[in-house]
Structures are given as structure tokens and as C-alpha cells.
């Protein structure tokens, strides 16, 4: 880790890490209790009940904390193992919070007291507190970047597909996520979607078909792939991605129940609305803002299905105030 750093600094680090005098590290105690602390069974079932994996949330948390290395060369030096401190995540702007039960996997495996003050879910307003902490000074310190990072990326996903939610108030299309997400933070992304008011499209390639320009361009149809899966899977959900009426009508003829509309003007999109009559669930994709939502959702499609709610949602504003 000190390889790349100047030769006065990595004998800093030597010395306080006990390795010039052949000690242990300092923070070995720490490391070596995370390794073997785990999440809570009260808090396991809460992640369950939110429909996500406890030993995978664990698994990423214990992966982010070991991003941070073992030793915390700002804290250490200045805290005594014994100090203790008490604070409070406080929302810094209105929105929607999402990650609490994830946030608390990182005060469990560092062994640091918490009340949640708000759930997944709810509306905040600036300074409102979120969540409580209190414990040994070092760990609240080694927690608050990861739990913060958490925070902050799934509030921000959940204010999103808040403010889709609500800019289509009184008509009945729903925003939708899509497969557009980080890597290793599907199911967390997908799940701020949900605390948002959105709606979850497939969660992978295994659970739902969808037909798309380039399946369509090497099958040589939209009929030729339609039929294709449905020889092999009878009853699987299946959406068609369609670019123009006419592709609307084939794949209504084909019986699709589930249509994309990629990239379609207004118009088009209340005319293919007009077209399948009810016949197929209509989603529109490509080009959708927030400023068009409303003017894309009057036109009858059901769903509008919107990347940016995890590949370019902006953090929320959180913080941790000691008190």
C-alpha cells in the first residue's frame, strides 16, 4: 500500500504500524473483529423483507470498507481506541431516502450503535436526521464514507423516480428502470427505484425476454424471434421493441403483450396507443426527460421506461454531524 508513497511517509506509516519494530498494526483489533462480526438477524430479515439478499448487501459492504485499507492514518494518530463520539445523518436537502438497512450493515460490522430516525422510502426535508450514531470515535469515522456513499447514491435514485412519479400524478403510466445499471448494484439500484415510486423491469437476461433492433436484425424478423422464444419458453413474459406502426401491428399479430416504443414522437406514441387498444402493455424508451413526462404520459402508454434513474441519477445531499 506504501509503495508509491514518499520514503518520509512510509516510514511514518512503519512506525506507527508497529512493522519497523515488528508489532502489530494498530488497527489489527478492528480488522480482525469486522472479519468476524455479522449482520444481525433482526436487520438480515429487515434487508429480506425489503426484497434484497442480506449476504450480498454484506458482501458489498464488507468489499467497500476494504476499500478504504486497514489503516486509517488520519484517525488513529489523533483518537485514543477508547474515545467515543455521537452524531446524526441529517438530510441536507428534500427528497426521497432509500439505503437505511443498507447503511446500517456498515455500523453492524463495525460494531457502531445506530437508530434509524426514518424509513426507506419517506420524504425528508433539509436537517432532518436519518439515522443516529454513536460508538468508538475511529469506527464512526471508518464508517462514515461508506455508509454516506450508500446513502447517498440510493437516495438519490429514489428522489428521481420521485420526481418522475409525480410529474405524471393523475395519469396511469408508471416510470420503469431499466438493465442500465452499475456493476454489482442492480439489485440495490433497483430497489431506490422502487422506494422512489418506480417500477422494476426485468432484473436480468434470465427473468424476461425483450426483443430488441439488433435480435430483430439477425433473426431477419420481429415474427422470427417472436416465435423463436415462445417455442421454448410458452409462457415467459415477453416485450418487443418496436421503432415504428408498422412493427406495432407485426408484433401484435405475432400476440406480443408487451411493446416497446423506441424513440417515437408524441404523436406516434398516441397513435400506437390508439392502434393496440388495449390488446398489449405499451412502454415508451429513448429521448424521455423529465420536462416530457407528463406530455409522453397523457398519450395512454403505460409505462415509461427511463435508463438515467441509475446510470445518471445525482447523489443526495447527506451528512454526518458529530454532536
Not at 401491428?249 to 387498444?277: P, W, Y
Amino acid at each position: 500500500m506504501a509503495a508509491g508513497l514518499p520514503g518520509t511517509v512510509r516510514r511514518g506509516l512503519a512506525r506507527a504500524s508497529g512493522h519497523a519494530a515488528g508489532g502489530e498494526r494498530p488497527d489489527d483489533g478492528i480488522r480482525t473483529s469486522r472479519r468476524e462480526r455479522r449482520v444481525t438477524p433482526e436487520l438480515s430479515q429487515k434487508l429480506k423483507d425489503a426484497g434484497l439478499d442480506p449476504q450480498t448487501v454484506e458482501n458489498l459492504v464488507r468489499t467497500a470498507l476494504d476499500e478504504d485499507g486497514p489503516v486509517d492514518v488520519t484517525s488513529e494518530p489523533i483518537f485514543a481506541p477508547e474515545a467515543a463520539s455521537a452524531g446524526d445523518f441529517r438530510a441536507r436537502e428534500a427528497g426521497v431516502v432509500a439505503g437505511i438497512p443498507v447503511a446500517a450493515v456498515v455500523f453492524e460490522l463495525l460494531d457502531v450503535a445506530y437508530e434509524a430516525k426514518a424509513a426507506d422510502g419517506d420524504r425528508v426535508a433539509p436537517g432532518q436526521v436519518l439515522i443516529s450514531v454513536e460508538g468508538p470515535t475511529r469506527a464512526v469515522l471508518r464508517a462514515e464514507r461508506t455508509a454516506l456513499n450508500l446513502l447517498t447514491h440510493l437516495s438519490g435514485i429514489a428522489t428521481a423516480a420521485r420526481r418522475w412519479t409525480d410529474a405524471m400524478e393523475g395519469t396511469k403510466a408508471r416510470v420503469r428502470d431499466t438493465r442500465k445499471t452499475l456493476p454489482g448494484l442492480r439489485a440495490l439500484q433497483k430497489y431506490a427505484v422502487a422506494c422512489g415510486g418506480g417500477v422494476n423491469h426485468r432484473m436480468g437476461l434470465h427473468d424476461s425476454a425483450l426483443i430488441k433492433d439488433n435480435h430483430v436484425a439477425a433473426a431477419g424478423s420481429v415474427t422470427k424471434a417472436y416465435e423463436a422464444i415462445r417455442a421454448v419458453y410458452p409462457s415467459l413474459h415477453v416485450q418487443v421493441e418496436c421503432d415504428t406502426l408498422d412493427q406495432v401491428e407485426e408484433a401484435l399479430a405475432v400476440g406480443a403483450k408487451s411493446i416497446l416504443l423506441d424513440n417515437m414522437t408524441d404523436a406516434q406514441m398516441a397513435e400506437a396507443v390508439r392502434l393496440v387498444a388495449g390488446r398489449a402493455e405499451l412502454e415508451a424508451s429513448g429521448g424521455l426527460t423529465l420536462e416530457r413526462a407528463r406530455d409522453v404520459a397523457v398519450t395512454g402508454v403505460d409505462y415509461l421506461a427511463v435508463g438515467a434513474l441509475t446510470h445518471s441519477a445525482r447523489v443526495f445531499d447527506i451528512g454526518l454531524d458529530f454532536s
